[in-house]
């Protein structure tokens, strides 16, 4: 007959120090498992979002949409619209406007206070609207400068400061190297968190001026100077929203890529960057435009 016998003091401390052990090498695991399985969210939602530019250019005569069709108010009743309420025909999905990583929930983008409130409208206007701002609080921002054909100006041609030249999709050759959409921020706090959602347009970290004899969005409208909107990139203001000219780094210190080719990946900002000497509001140049994604050439 067998007698039962407690545990010892250290009989209890060696298989608590094993479990100790088994565990501080199993959780760095379960992270990374954790961490992989966002990363491939991040890739699988932007991959969606990259494909719909295709899909919507194939319904309009191979032009890219612009990624703003009126200006002010922001109010759909005003006929304003976005890029992101473009694109939700082909996204078929709010929830999919908002990133792996970001802490900005859906119903806090249907009323933002930079937006109308949706609920002081009437009938089919309160969804409309909530669909405005969700689409321009996207954490899809996209290549407006390139595919846009953005300019600044004043004058009978710029009603609001700016206007714009969309540009086919079949001109871009090199689809599978040029940068479409990456994931942006709208706002940050004074702590530098994300505020408010993402970003519709995002500025390249280099600007082109259409003295370029590389740019082939000329002959500009009457008056245009440059193609700029929000100022470039602002290395200097590590708290600014636009210290990366909108770009932000949802998923583990990178930002995810979409390609005008509807392949997605993600990449640090320094990879995002790569090939224009950044500065403050486009102080820098593009030093080897065969490998700045910006670029459609």
Not at 133 to 158: E, H, M
Not at 180 to 188: A, C, E, I, Y
Request: proline share 7%.
């Amino acid at each position: 007959m067998f007698r039962r016998t407690a545990f010892t003091l250290i009989e209890l401390l060696v298989v608590i120090a094993i479990i100790a052990i088994l565990a501080a090498i199993l959780f760095p695991v379960f992270a990374q498992a954790k961490e992989s399985a966002k990363k491939a969210t991040s890739i699988s939602d932007m991959k969606q979002w990259a494909l719909t530019v295709p899909m919507y250019t194939a319904d309009s005569d191979d032009i890219a949409p612009l990624w703003e069709y009126w200006h002010t108010p922001f109010e759909v009743t005003s006929g304003n619209r976005s890029w992101g309420n473009l694109m939700m025909p082909y996204v078929k999905s709010k929830d999919l406007t908002k990133t792996v990583g970001s802490p900005i929930s859906i119903a806090s983008r249907e009323r933002n206070a930079s937006f109308p409130d949706p609920l002081t409208l009437t009938g089919g206007d309160v969804e409309a609207q909530k669909l405005f701002n969700v689409g321009w609080l996207t954490d899809y921002g996209y290549n407006y400068q390139i595919f846009t054909g953005f300019f600044a100006g004043s004058g009978a041609n710029f009603p609001y400061g700016f206007g714009f030249n969309p540009q086919n999709m079949t001109s871009v050759e090199k689809p599978g190297d040029t940068l479409l959409l990456v994931t942006g921020v709208f706002d940050r706090d004074a702590g530098g968190g994300v505020r408010d959602g993402g970003q519709l347009p995002i500025d390249p970290p280099c600007r082109r001026w259409l003295s370029d004899n590389r740019d082939t969005l000329a002959p500009a409208p009457s008056g245009a100077t440059g193609r700029y909107y929000f100022g470039g990139w602002q290395p200097g203001s590590p708290n600014a929203w636009n210290v990366f000219g909108g770009v932000w780094p949802y998923y583990n210190k990178q930002a995810t890529v979409g390609y005008a080719d509807g392949h997605a990946k993600t990449l640090k900002i320094e990879q995002i960057s790569a090939g224009c000497d950044v500065r403050n509001s486009w102080g820098g140049y593009i030093t080897n435009p065969d490998v700045y994604i910006w670029d459609r050439y």
